[in-house]
């Protein structure tokens, strides 16, 4: 069964909700006003619960469907990013410095859409649970809702989700068994030395120096240690002193970056290279660095065999194709943690060509709006047929 009917008549209604959470964007887990709609709106369309809270403002509504049988997730993401946009939309974010960049907004109207859908048709015998969570974006919403027990307390017994993708055109589907996203760790690192008078640099352990060095010997960690054969990226990101003047050497620096790897040994391996690397760059200029994580890691995404199968056949149907080899990806995402606590699939529609995910000029495309609906509503029909 191709897009379904139901969502072209629906998508006017839809495409102006994701219009106006994309006109009032927020961050983390601090999404209050765009949870408050969510649970309204699922409370609105007959869903027989609504639990608010969860994962601290994540909302799960539970849709029965006309006869007892499995439970089945499907998850959407609810926040937006740091970022100040620069699409001269007519719906763009009227709250500077926030934008929904990495079409939340449009993964959270689809689910919405789908979930009107599933409580009016019932077509399907057990229960559909709609994940909506918040801080995907760091902070790790999923972790903190699988740690408030979002698969046992509503026996989910396989979860699935979806992002939106500029580099396939509108509408298209991809999806790979096995390891999808890149795991993600957050680096700091905070490099010491004596500074001074920069006339007299002879007083003085250069920071300055000693930490420009580091970048450069980080450089060596994927090129020299690491295994050809596997991915890795190591990115210095971020470079600040303690001084701003011209004749000062400061007495610190932080360094900031990230590491992304698809699998634990690489990552390990890495990770101890990079303590290697910084210690031994900054003692060989009399300074000192140490290496720190200030974010919540993200694992590596392994999207699971059966699971995979099942989202690219719900997907077959719908698009009339699927790429079901789509490359790695060295983005992160946190449904990771979803996925190692429950069987389930990450699937990937395509935005058509559009700025870059994350990027001031990035808008959700609303034309894909019927055919992720029908995706989601494809899927649980599928797996919870009666
Ligand atoms: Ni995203």
Known sequence: MPVRNRFAELLPEIREWRRDLHMNPELGYDVHRTAGIVAAKLRDFGCDEVIEGIGRTGI????????????????ADMDALPITEATGADHASTVPGKMHACGHDGHTAM????A?????????????????????????????MVQDDLIGR???????????????????????????YAAVDSLRIEVRGKGGHAARPNNTVDTTLAASAIVMALQSVVSRNTDPQQPLVVS????????????????????????????DATREKAIADIRRVIELTAASYGATATLEFDEVPYPVMVNHDAETVHAAEAARAVAGEVKS??????????????????PGAYIQIGNG????????KYDFNDEIIPTGCSWWVELAERRLSA
């Open 116 to 144: 009107r859908y599933l409580a009016e048709t019932r077509n399907f015998a057990g229960t559909v649970a709609v994940v909506f969570q918040p801080a995907e974006e760091g902070g790790a919403g999923a972790e903190a």
């Open 154 to 180: 509503f026996g989910i017994e396989e979860i699935y989700g979806m992002h939106n993708s500029p580099l396939l055109p509108a509408g298209a589907f991809a999806i790979r068994p096995g390891p999808f």
């Open 325 to 342: 080899d789509a490359p790695r990806t060295t983005g992160g995402e946190d449904f990771a943690y979803m996925l190692r606590a429950c």
């Open 111 to 114: 689910l919405l859409g789908a």
């Open 353 to 360: 060509p559009s700025a870059g995910l994350h990027h001031p």
């Open 236 to 263: 210095v990101t971020a470079f600040r002193t303690d001084s701003d003047a011209f004749n000062v050497i400061p007495d610190a620096a932080t360094l900031r970056g990230t590491i992304r790897s698809f699998d």
């Open 60 to 75: 799960v509504g539970l849709i029965h469907g006309r006869a007892p049988g499995r439970t089945i997730g499907l998850r």
